[in-house]
């Protein structure tokens, strides 16, 4: 089989290799190799021994080797537009635009195109945040994490802009937990592991997220997370420093966001990673209201309750540290994700072997092909299924709407230099011949934490629209309220 993609130069290439059957797809082992340093040109071929992932048995380890032939080359190119690339389907909608799969025509490669509307931008007065997301994708792809989605791309056309990103096939873990209802808690903990690594991997580039849900959460081919949508995330955001923007998800803010006047830190995402852990797990958020004024008051004063048999007890203590209302006092504010690493709900976890994805997703997408999109929304994926409405609206894009009303030359300032290739990116062609307050009280912190037999399991619709609520100094950052 041959395919092709975009790396940076002197990169870790991995490739691996799956038995795909009627029942599933069995790991078979996988090869890594070193891509060459920016601007040479050469091959690499030759026969690379299976390797297992770090918690394959001796007695399931692989044997075998399977023949690879990779040529390089410099990715010379360094314009691109909306005709460089093929339009497959339509997999998600947002306010500002929409995003496609679709297929780079000179590589045949497979990615994600969001589309972004600049009047829309402008009336809605968003370029300041449409903007950060570009700076951010690109520092984050100058920097290379594996668990952010990777930018490949960005450019503009008259009336839009374009975010060329990862393919990610396995689709948004909002689905999945749709769907499941709940996780178990080995495959809760897997994720959040690598979320901790993606959020650790902003904080110490002075990113603060702003947006963890599971909306935001993608997962790859093999079953790793990736971070996406960086439009609320702020930069150059030092360790102590603040910011008083409110903005986010309403279920997901944290409760400085709502009260604190003077700002809140990094330690928002780490509150917003604490209710994912609970929504994951219980199959619930637990701060959710219909009412939204209800639910400011549930993250600000309410009750987390336990069902029983959903968390161990570490899981539990875990949970707990993230929500602790008071900022300065939750889990990770005296040495960042580190501390979350070293707390006992991941004492199983060999964090560095999950940080170069050598440790076995729990879940692995069943997936027919690299165009796959079964993981996604019909809604969405059956909308443009026509070669007719297809061809229609990448026709649009490519010739920039010409008969639309142009923007004036002031509007366009606010977005010049958003056009991004990596110029230390290599073309690689691979062919595969084989294919809150300190809890110092133990009964006063017990109050806050209750365990419930029999609340019912629901799914939380997503709310926005956020309005502050009202408080005092004397109100911020109780140990609970009874609502």
Known sequence: MAWSDVVGSDMLVDISIYDHTASGEEFLGHVDFQAPDAGQEETVAG?????????TTA??????????????????????????????????????????????????????????????????????????????LVRTAMSESPFIVGLKFSFQTENDLFLVTDYMSGGELFWHLQKEGRFDEKRAKFYI????????????????????????????????????????????????????????TTEYLAPEVLLDEAGYTKMVDFWSLGVLVFEMC??????????TQQMYKNIAFGKVRFPRDTLSQEGRNFVKGLLNRNPKHRLGAISDAEELKKHAFFQDVDWEALSKKVITPPFKPKLKSETDVSYFDPEFTNALNTNGSLNERAQQLATGFANSTPLS?????????????????LDHHMRNKFEDEEMSDADRRERDWDDLDDIDLRK????????????????????????
């Open 47 to 55: 026969w690379f021994p299976l390797k297992g992932n770090a918690d």
């Open 409 to 425: 030359p002031t509007t366009q300032a606010n977005f010049q230099g958003f056009t991004f290739v990596d110029e230390s990116s």
């Open 282 to 291: 219980c199959g619930w958020s637990p701060f959710y209201a219909e009412d």
């Open 59 to 136: 007695e399931h380890a692989p044997s075998g080797e399977i023949h690879v032939d990779v040529s390089f080359q410099k990715a010379e190119k360094k314009h691109y537009g909306p005709d460089d690339f093929q339009i497959l389907r339509l997999i998600g909608k947002g306010t500002f635009g929409q995003v496609y799969q679709v297929r780079k025509k000179d590589t045949n490669r497979i990615y994600a195109m969001k589309v972004l509307s600049k009047k829309v931008i402008v009336q809605k007065k968003e370029v300041a945040h449409t903007v950060g997301e570009r700076n951010i």
């Open 193 to 248: 592991a690598e979320l901790i690594l993606a959020i650790e991997h902003l904080h110490k580039n002075d990113i603060v997220y702003r947006d963890l849900k599971p909306e935001n959460i993608l997962l790859d081919a093999n079953g790793h997370i990736a971070l996406c949508d960086f439009g609320l995330s702020k930069a150059n955001l030092n360790k102590n420093d603040t910011t008083n923007t409110f903005c986010g």
């Open 460 to 483: 939380a619709n997503r709310m926005s629209g956020i309005v502050k609520t009202g408080a005092t100094n004397e109100e911020q950052f109780p140990s609970h309220f009874e609502v």
